[in-house]
T-cell receptor, first 115, second 108 residues
Framework: DTEVTQTPKHLVMGMTNKKSLKCEQH?????MYWYKQKAKKPPELMFV???????INESVPSRFSPECPNSSLLNLHLHALQPEDSALYLC??????????????FGSGTRLTVV | KNEVEQSPQNLTAQEGEFITINCSYS?????LHWLQQHPGGGIVSLFM???GKKKHGRLIATINIQEKHSSLHITASHPRDSAVYIC??????????FGEGTQLTVNP
């Protein structure tokens, strides 16, 4: 299995809803990432988990809450989002958290719309 | 000035043409990545380079560490190559810094 699987592929949520995005990989990668991508812009790093511990939080608002229950799973819990949070949320993984060596694998993303 | 600059921003080609996308960066790096993103879709990692040249099918990527420059070439381009191509560099650790991307359109 050489994929990063993200679910759901599309999500529409209201500003008072609570929802979660899920990311799964079975490649034994020990670093996992959440990125946010607005239209026609490059991805922006949100969080990095290294060996299941949060190692980087790019000053992301607390309405986004990451969780890494085990080495294969990464969740992003969403609560009280704003319409400007609508974007493509990408998960990625890499084998070596220290160097990202052997490259990255990206998921296909969750297209989030906040109404 | 961005740490990673790509050119051109947009590129339109006819099927069969040879295509070059350029990437220049201003920081010392441990590796450079070329990524492909189709409309509305996820990102596919094409190449990771730290020196020299790599080839995969019709795609060739080169890097000149001294000049802080990399190029992505597509030979015999095809409409299915239409996508955004993103250059990203890794300076230290596992954090990537992305270029703004090059939108490639290949017409039949």
């Amino acid at each position: 299995d050489t994929e990063v699987t993200q679910t759901p592929k599309h999500l529409v949520m209201g500003m008072t809803n609570k929802k979660s995005l899920k990311c799964e990989q079975h490649m034994g990668h020990r670093a996992m990432y959440w990125y946010k991508q607005k239209a026609k812009k490059p991805p922006e790093l949100m969080f990095v988990y290294s060996y299941e511990k949060l190692s980087i939080n790019e000053s992301v608002p607390s309405r986004f809450s990451p969780e890494c229950p085990n080495s294969s799973l990464l969740n992003l819990h969403l609560h009280a989002l704003q319409p400007e949070d609508s974007a493509l949320y990408l998960c990625a993984s890499s084998q070596d958290p220290g160097t990202g060596a052997l490259g990255y694998t990206f998921g296909s993303g969750t297209r989030l719309t906040v109404v | 000035k961005n740490e990673v600059e790509q050119s051109p921003q947009n590129l339109t080609a006819q099927e069969g043409e040879f295509i070059t996308i350029n990437c220049s960066y201003s920081v010392g790096i441990s590796a450079l990545h070329w990524l492909q993103q189709h409309p509305g879709g996820g990102i596919v990692s094409l190449f990771m380079l730290s020196s020299g040249k790599k080839k995969h099918g019709r795609l060739i990527a080169t890097i000149n560490i001294q000049e802080k420059h990399s190029s992505l070439h597509i030979t015999a381009s095809h409409p299915r190559d239409s996508a955004v191509y993103i250059c990203a560099v890794r300076a230290s650790g596992s954090r990537l810094t992305f270029g703004e991307g090059t939108q490639l359109t290949v017409n039949p």
